[in-house]
């Protein structure tokens, strides 16, 4: 496999050659394996008629093997997925700079073969500028009903990334002043991250909005887990809660 090398005389460092391997994955854990020690990124492309899932892994030791999530290149979703799944041709690219070896194997077969070709490099890939508010999700309970915003689990080694969260707290009817605020709580975000919230007297159609935008995202603790945000049940309070986030390892 060729290398990076250095003419110490003159201190040129000459590009080594992709490393690339082609094979058909068409039957159940069929497989492909190229080297990548030197390499940042690959690709993976795949083309015939299938209906299968393809895992994308890398190993250090030649044994032990770790999914590597990847994006699609020329497709309208460009989110981070744990593996390809389905019957659709294309191009996807990810990171694969800690690793010795690259596979790319059938986890999953229904029928059909694709001709799978994968290739390191060793450019860097820089999928920073995909890193934005790409999926929203939004939650509307009924007064007096508590709210769950979920966030579902984006699969082995990913996890959302909350670019902002706003939660609006409508009054169905007139609303009475309590002693302690309003605690919208979270799970599988880091110290079980509370907010508080007004429990203030307010009239009928009257409607308190909370929003944060996270300069810096904020990352769920554990990945391949939902993420959620629970308004609890408030008597004539209408709760309505969205969040912005993108996916990533």
């Known amino acids: 496999m060729g ?3 250095k003419d110490l005389t003159v201190g040129t460092l000459h590009p080594r050659e992709n490393q690339k391997i082609s094979g058909l994955l068409g039957a159940p854990n069929a497989e492909i394996i190229v080297a990548c020690d030197g390499c940042s990124s690959f690709a993976i492309d795949l083309r015939g008629t299938f209906s299968l899932t393809i895992e994308v892994s890398g190993t ?3 044994t032990n093997w770790i999914p590597i999530p990847v994006l699609p290149v020329n497709q309208a ?3 981070y997925v744990a593996a390809i799944a389905g019957t659709v041709q294309g191009l996807w690219e990810g990171k694969c700079a800690l690793f010795t070896s690259l596979r790319a194997r ?9 001709m799978a070709t994968l290739s390191a490099s060793n450019g860097v890939l820089d999928d920073s500028f995909r890193k934005t508010t790409s999926t929203l999700v939004t939650v509307t309970a009924a007064a007096g009903v508590a709210a769950t915003l979920s966030l579902p689990s984006p699969g082995a080694g990913l996890r959302p990334y909350i670019t902002y969260l706003s939660i609006n707290r409508f009054a169905a009817a007139t609303l009475t002043a309590a002693a302690t605020p309003v605690l919208v709580t979270t799970t ?3 110290n079980a991250l509370a907010f508080s919230l007004p429990a203030d007297a307010a009239a009928q159609g009257t409607l308190f909005p909370w929003r944060e935008d996270f300069a810096y995202p904020l990352a769920s603790s554990a990945q391949a887990a939902a993420t959620t945000v629970v308004a609890p049940a408030t008597p004539n309070v209408i709760w309505r809660m969205t969040a912005g986030y993108y996916v990533a390892p």
């Open 3 to 5: 290398k990076l090398t």
């Open 77 to 79: 979703s460009r989110l």
């Open 188 to 190: 599988n975000i880091p």
């Open 106 to 114: 059938a986890s999953a077969y229904t029928s059909g073969s694709a």
């Open 60 to 62: 250090v030791d030649g």
